[in-house]
């Protein structure tokens, strides 16, 4: 089982999650992907869900990153690949893009039935420990996805809100997906896009125009250059030299950043006049 959230480290909510799913499902193995998504973001933490979908073992994955908690927003499960993997969590957009990415979903169903949950103690406020934890530990005990609730069209769950790269009279806008936590800035423009501009490009972020440059690894970035790097999920990021071009640049998710057709020289370096003549003495 993987488990992504929110919760972060400093209170019981990620050890209480796993206990409720080894209390139900005593040989489930937890792999915690990440707690530390931004609280509430549900962007980010369908992003990065994403980007660890294809590499997460086959199986049960509880994603929590829950802003409408308690609210009329779904609690869901949903099966993918026929049943090789099932996805549980709120009916948010959380889900979307990896549901998206490996192929959408096969059933969906919505989490009601009383004998799969936990009874609540206090408010509903709580629900990767009632709802989403044991859902997950029945799934992982082998009980059928429909057993856990009714049915729903998986066409009408919520989807996720991705920004869509755009060319705008020859440049190429795009937006600040991600920064890693070394500065680097993902992009949402595949690779592909850049193929007519060439290897040294105009960057140009609030206004300001930097040369970029296309590289293969991080560390092949030139001092006092933007780099631009295919990440490990295959979309462009922004690198700088060994250090952090979000602090660098000035870049936050959600910030739009501009490409074009370099002008003139990338390399103009410094030209100095340099005279020749005899040093005194008349030695030449």
Request: hydrophobic share 45%; net charge negative; with cysteine.
């Amino acid at each position: 089982m993987s488990f992504l959230s929110d919760f972060g480290h400093g209170d019981e909510f990620v050890g209480v999650v796993h206990s409720v799913v080894r209390s139900i499902a005593p040989h489930a193995t937890i792999v915690d992907v990440t707690h530390g998504i931004a609280p509430y973001d549900t962007r980010a933490g369908g992003l990065a869900l994403a980007r660890a979908a294809n590499y997460l073992c086959p199986g049960v994955v509880i994603a929590v990153v829950d802003p409408g908690v308690g609210t009329a927003r779904r609690p869901i499960a949903l099966e993918v690949g026929d049943g090789a993997s099932y996805l549980v969590g709120p009916d948010n957009g959380l889900l979307a893009p990896a549901v998206g990415l490996v192929g959408g979903a096969t059933k969906a169903v919505e989490l009601t039935a009383p004998d799969f949950r936990l009874p609540t103690v206090g408010g509903a406020t709580f629900d990767g420990r009632d709802i989403f934890a044991p859902a997950a530990a029945h799934l992982c005990n082998g009980v059928p996805l429909t057993e856990l609730g009714p049915e729903v069209d998986p066409a009408g769950l919520m989807p996720g809100v991705l920004p869509v790269s755009q060319i705008e009279d020859g440049i190429l806008v795009g937006e600040v997906l991600w920064v890693d936590r070394f500065g680097n800035c993902q992009l949402n423009v595949d690779p592909l896009e850049l193929a007519a501009f060439g290897e040294h490009l105009t960057v140009t972020i609030s206004g300001d125009e930097r040369v970029g440059v296309r590289v293969d690894a991080y560390d092949d970035v030139p001092t006092g250059r933007v780099g631009l790097v295919v990440d490990s999920s295959g979309l462009l990021s922004i690198a700088v030299a060994r250090s952090s071009a979000s602090a660098e640049l000035g870049l936050a998710e959600g910030d739009e950043v501009r490409i074009s057709v370099l002008d003139g020289n990338p390399n103009p370096g410094v030209v100095t006049a340099v005279q020749l003549g005899e040093r005194p003495g008349g030695q030449p």
